[in-house]
C-alpha cells in the first residue's frame, strides 16, 4: 500500500457535510418560477387535458391551504394549540400529487400533510385536535382513505407497503401514497418498506418531501446521493420533481400512480422543496439556516408561480383572486372558532379504545380511577 | 360430552400447524407470513406444509427485516385482513419492536376505536435448547408492559391450539409467545372443544400448601415440582396462568386465599418481571391471607448466559424446590 492510498482513506474533515455530487440531477418542471410553461416530452401528457377551471382549482387548494397553516401557527403562538408542523413552502408538492389520486387511493401522511388531506376531504379542523390536545388521531382513516397522522419518523412507510400488498392481493387496481421527509429517508423503516415494495411488486408510490431539513440537520446530513437515486438499488424507477410546480409535482404523481395501477410495482418521487417556516413551532430556524437561503428560496414560492401564469395566460380575472381571498378569511375565521370551540375529551376517554375486546386492568383501573373521582364530596370530581 | 369427540394426542408445535391450518381454511383473510415460514415450514416447522396447501399468496415468506415484517402486517390489517407474523426467535422481535410498540398497540386508540388491529405476532421463546445467544430470552415483560398489546403463553398442546384460535380471531393484537422447549411435548386436543376464555387462568394441579403461578414452559416444571415435593408430604396448587397481559389475579387470589403462600416461576429476570407485578398486586389483594412473602425463581439479571451455563441461569427444580421450603419456613 502506497503512502498516498493510506491518506486517501483517512476520512476527510468535511465528510458528511459535504454538498452532494456537482452533477446536477435532473428535476422535472413544467412551470418555471416566474410562472412560464416549459415542455416536457415525458410529463406534458399526464397534464395535456388540464382546464383552466382546474388550474384555478390547484391555485385555491394552496392558498386556502397556506391560509389553514397560517391560521394554525397563530393559534399556536395565542396558546390554542400545543404545537404545529407548518407545510409553508410545500403547498404544490403537496396538492399536485393529492390532486393526482383517486377517491378509491390510499393516503399515508407523515404529521404535516395538511394539504394531501384538504385533498381528501378531510375536514381542517379535524387536523388540530391532535395539537391541540384533545385526541391522539381523531379521524376515520377509512372515511376518506387518508390514514392518521405519524410522529415517528418513517414508520407509516411500512404500513403504506402492507396496504398496497393487500390491494395486489384483492385484485383491486388502487394505488396507495406514502409521504415521507428527507429526514425520514435515513429511517431503516423506509429502506425495509423499499425493500418490500419491490420483492411484492406492490402498487405504492413513495412521495418523499425533500425540504432541505430534518428539524436542525441538513440534507446533507441524511445522504451523500440525490434521494430520487435510492430507488435504483431497489429496482424501482425514481424521478426528482420540482416540488414547488404543482403542475409537474401532479404530472409526475399521475405518472407514478399509473404505473402502480398497471401491476409496475412501487415508484420514489422525490419532490424538491423547502420548509420555509419552522420544522414545527417548537424549533427556531435562524439558529440552524441562513436568511439568504430562505430568501432563495421563497423567488420559487409555489403559490406566486401558478398566479403569474393564470394572469399571463387569462385563465384568471382579478375577480376569481378577490372572491378567493374572501373565501380564506372565512376559512380561517371557521378554523379559529372551531378550536377555541373544541371541548377537552371527557376525562374517562383515558381508557377508551386501549382495546378494542377489553383487558381486565383496564377495567380495573377505571373503576379505581371513577371510584377516586366520587370521592371528591363536592362532586366536581365526577 | 358430545359421543363423537376425538381426542388426537399431538406435540404442541403441531397443535399450533393444525390450529394456523384451521384458521387459514376457515377465514381467507387470515394470512401467515415470516422468514422461512412457506417452503421450509419454519426452523421449527411449526407452519410445515401449509404454504404447500393454500399458496405462496396466503402463507408469505418474507425479506430478513422484522420490522418490515410487523409494518406491513400492520398495513395489511389495516385493508382488512388478519395477519399472523412469526419472528424467527425471541432475541430478534427488538428491530420490530418500535412498530409493536409505537404503532400496533396504539393504532385502535388513536383512531378512537375506528381501526382494529387483528395482529398475531408468534415469538417461539425461553431457553433450555442449548441455542447460542439472542435464541432463549423471555422478554414478555417489555410487552405485558404496553397498553393495547394482549401477550399470552400456551403451556401445552391443546392451550397452543385453542389459543392461538382465539389469538387470530382477537380484534387486538396479541404477542403470541411460543414456549419453544415444549415445542415437541405431546398432549391431548380436542379440535371439537369450546374452549375457556383466553385470559382465564387455569388451576392445573389441586394443593392446599402453597400455591406455584407459573406460565409456559415453567408450567410443566412446576407440575414436576408439585410432584417432588408430594413426596415430601407437601400439597402445592399450581396455576398455569396463559394470559400474562390481561393477567388473571382473580384466579391467583382465589389460590392464594386457600393456600396463603405463593412463589411465582418464570425463566425471565426476576428484576422487573412478570413475577414482580404478580407479587405486589397479589400482597395488595391478599395482604392479611399471606403467611409469608410472595417469592419469585426467574432468570438473573445478566445477559441469558451461554448454552453450557443455562441450566444454572434457568429456574429448576431444586431452585423452586428451595424457594418452595423458604416460603413454608415463615
Not at chain 1, 73 to 96: D, F, K, M, V
Not at chain 2, 216 to 228: I, S, Y
Amino acid at each position: 500500500m502506497t503512502v498516498e492510498s493510506t491518506a486517501a482513506r483517512k476520512p476527510r474533515r468535511s465528510a458528511g457535510t459535504r454538498k452532494s455530487p456537482s452533477t446536477k440531477p435532473e428535476l422535472v418542471q413544467l412551470l418555471t418560477p416566474e410562472g412560464k410553461r416549459v415542455k416536457n416530452a415525458e410529463y406534458d401528457k399526464y397534464v395535456a387535458d388540464i382546464t383552466p377551471e382546474e388550474l384555478r382549482g390547484l391555485y385555491r387548494d394552496m392558498v386556502l391551504t397556506r391560509r389553514f397553516d397560517a391560521e394554525a401557527t397563530s393559534l399556536q403562538r395565542q396558546g390554542e394549540l400545543g404545537l404545529w408542523a407548518s407545510l409553508l413552502g410545500q403547498e404544490a408538492a403537496q396538492i399536485g400529487s393529492g390532486r393526482a389520486l383517486r377517491d378509491d387511493d390510499y393516503v399515508f401522511p407523515t404529521y404535516r400533510e395538511h394539504g394531501v388531506a384538504w385533498c381528501r376531504g378531510v375536514d381542517p379542523t379535524n387536523l388540530l385536535g391532535m395539537f391541540r390536545g384533545v385526541n391522539n388521531g381523531g379521524w376515520d382513516p377509512n372515511g376518506n382513505n387518508f390514514h392518521l397522522y405519524t410522529i415517528v419518523i418513517g414508520s407509516q412507510t411500512l404500513h403504506a407497503t402492507g396496504y398496497a400488498m393487500g390491494v395486489a392481493k384483492d385484485g383491486a387496481d388502487s394505488a396507495v401514497i406514502a409521504y415521507f421527509g428527507d429526514g425520514a429517508s435515513s429511517q431503516g423503516d423506509v429502506a425495509e418498506s423499499f425493500t418490500f415494495s419491490a420483492v411484492y411488486n406492490a402498487p405504492v408510490v413513495f412521495f418523499c418531501q425533500n425540504n432541505q431539513w430534518a428539524i436542525s440537520e441538513p440534507t446533507e446530513r441524511q445522504t451523500r446521493v440525490p434521494l430520487y437515486q435510492r430507488a435504483q438499488g431497489f429496482g424501482f424507477p425514481g424521478v426528482r420533481v420540482d416540488g414547488n410546480d404543482v403542475l409537474a409535482s401532479l404530472a409526475v404523481t399521475k405518472w407514478a400512480l399509473e404505473r402502480a395501477r398497471g401491476g409496475e410495482g412501487p415508484t420514489l418521487v422525490e419532490a424538491y422543496t423547502y420548509r420555509m417556516g419552522a420544522h414545527t413551532t417548537s424549533d427556531d430556524p435562524s439558529k440552524y439556516r441562513a436568511d439568504e437561503e430562505r430568501e432563495a428560496w421563497e423567488a420559487k414560492d409555489p403559490i406566486l408561480r401558478l398566479r403569474r401564469y393564470l394572469e399571463a395566460s387569462n385563465h384568471a380575472d382579478e375577480g376569481f383572486f378577490a372572491e378567493l381571498e374572501t373565501e380564506s378569511e372565512a376559512l380561517g375565521k371557521r378554523v379559529r372558532e372551531a378550536v377555541r370551540a373544541m371541548p377537552d375529551p371527557d376525562r374517562f376517554a383515558i381508557f377508551e379504545h386501549a382495546y378494542a375486546d377489553g383487558h381486565a386492568l383496564v377495567d380495573e383501573e377505571r373503576a379505581g380511577f371513577a371510584a377516586y373521582q366520587a370521592s371528591f364530596a363536592d362532586g366536581e370530581g365526577a | 360430552m358430545a359421543e363423537t369427540v376425538t381426542f388426537k394426542n399431538m406435540a404442541l408445535a403441531k397443535a399450533i400447524n393444525e390450529s394456523l391450518r384451521r384458521a387459514l381454511d376457515a377465514d381467507p383473510k387470515v394470512l401467515v407470513m415470516g422468514e422461512d415460514v412457506g417452503k421450509l415450514g419454519g426452523v421449527f416447522r411449526v407452519t410445515d406444509g401449509l404454504q404447500k396447501d393454500f399458496g405462496e399468496s396466503r402463507v408469505v415468506d418474507t425479506p430478513l427485516a422484522e420490522s418490515g415484517i410487523v409494518g406491513t402486517a400492520i398495513g395489511l390489517a389495516l385493508r382488512g385482513y388478519r395477519p399472523v407474523v412469526e419472528i424467527q426467535f425471541d432475541g430478534f422481535v427488538f428491530p420490530a419492536y418500535d412498530q409493536i410498540v409505537t404503532q400496533l398497540a396504539k393504532m385502535h386508540a388513536r383512531s378512537l376505536g375506528k381501526v382494529k388491529m387483528p395482529v398475531v405476532v408468534r415469538i417461539p421463546y425461553g431457553g433450555g435448547i442449548g441455542a447460542v445467544e439472542h435464541h432463549s430470552e423471555s422478554p414478555e415483560s417489555l410487552f405485558a408492559h404496553v397498553a393495547g398489546l394482549k401477550v399470552v403463553s400456551p403451556s401445552n398442546a391443546s392451550d397452543a391450539y385453542w389459543m392461538m384460535q382465539q389469538a387470530i380471531q382477537s380484534d387486538d393484537p396479541v404477542i403470541f409467545f411460543e414456549p419453544k422447549r415444549r415445542y415437541w411435548d405431546k398432549g391431548d386436543v380436542n379440535t371439537e372443544a369450546i374452549p375457556g376464555p383466553l385470559h382465564k387462568a387455569q388451576v392445573v394441579r389441586e394443593g392446599t400448601d402453597l400455591t406455584l403461578v407459573a406460565y409456559g414452559p415453567m408450567v410443566k416444571l412446576c407440575q414436576e415440582v408439585a410432584n417432588a415435593a408430594a413426596e415430601e408430604g407437601r400439597s402445592l396448587e399450581v396455576v398455569d396462568l396463559r394470559s400474562i397481559s390481561p393477567l388473571d389475579f382473580d384466579a391467583i387470589q382465589a389460590s392464594v386465599e386457600k393456600t396463603r403462600r405463593l412463589v411465582v416461576v418464570h425463566e425471565a429476570p426476576v428484576f422487573f418481571g412478570s413475577g414482580a407485578e404478580i407479587a405486589a398486586r397479589i400482597t395488595e389483594r391478599c395482604f392479611y391471607h399471606l403467611e409469608a412473602p410472595v417469592l419469585r425463581v426467574g432468570g438473573y439479571h445478566a445477559p441469558y448466559p451461554p448454552a453450557r451455563l443455562e441450566d444454572e441461569y434457568l429456574p429448576g427444580l431444586d431452585r423452586v424446590l428451595d424457594a418452595v421450603d423458604r416460603s413454608l419456613a415463615y
